[in-house]
């Protein structure tokens, strides 16, 4: 054998194990599963806040507006009937200070009996009150899905509910839904 010969050999051989190495790299890479197990799906809910206005009608008293602040009518009423009152009861000049006296008490009487009734006097009417209150509810916010590919678990979030594989796309889990064949 000469020389050669002895080193076409080794470059043949030696382009041999490059080729079969490069055959066994692409035989892995073809021999892939195209898709990973999904393992486990859970929905993911979140707390979604609404702002919603309530109202309801309430009764509201409050005191009638007064049309004799002062209290004049009462005073003057009062001031009336305990003079006359008090003419009655004296005599002489004992009448007169009699009916002065029941004057001034009278008219101090009609002030009073005015004021209590002024305070007691009430209007009530319906008021409107509305306020805003937050309505709390659950919406879907996606899905947990573990999955097995390559021997190996992993798991990631996804938007739609995945069936019972996930595609894979350059050795990557792909995380669009896939179309469905039938509609």
Do not use: H
């Not at 009336?80 to 029941?102: C, P």
Request: aromatic share 4%; charged share 20%; proline share 5%.
């Amino acid at each position: 054998m000469d020389k050669s010969m002895i080193k076409g050999m080794a470059v043949g051989g030696l382009a041999m194990v490059v080729l079969g190495a490069g055959a066994v790299s692409g035989y892995r890479t073809l021999a892939q599963p195209p898709q990973a197990d999904v393992v486990a799906v859970k929905e993911v809910m979140k707390t979604v806040s609404t702002p919603q206005v309530r109202c309801e009608n309430v009764q509201v008293s409050q005191q009638a507006p007064v049309k004799d602040p002062n209290r004049v009518a009462g005073t003057v009423v009062g001031g009336v009937a305990g003079g006359l009152l008090g003419s009655t009861i004296g005599r002489g000049d004992g009448n007169t200070l009699a009916t002065v006296a029941g004057a001034v008490a009278g008219g101090y009487a009609g002030n009073q009996v005015q004021k209590n009734m002024q305070q007691k006097d009430v209007v009530t009417r319906t008021e409107q009150r509305c306020k805003t209150v937050q309505l709390k509810s659950q919406q879907l916010a996606g899905y947990d899905v573990r999955y097995r590919f390559n021997g190996q678990e992993a798991t990631v979030r996804t938007n739609f509910k995945p069936g019972d594989t996930l595609p894979v796309k350059d050795g990557q889990v792909v995380l669009t839904p896939v179309p469905d064949a039938r509609s």
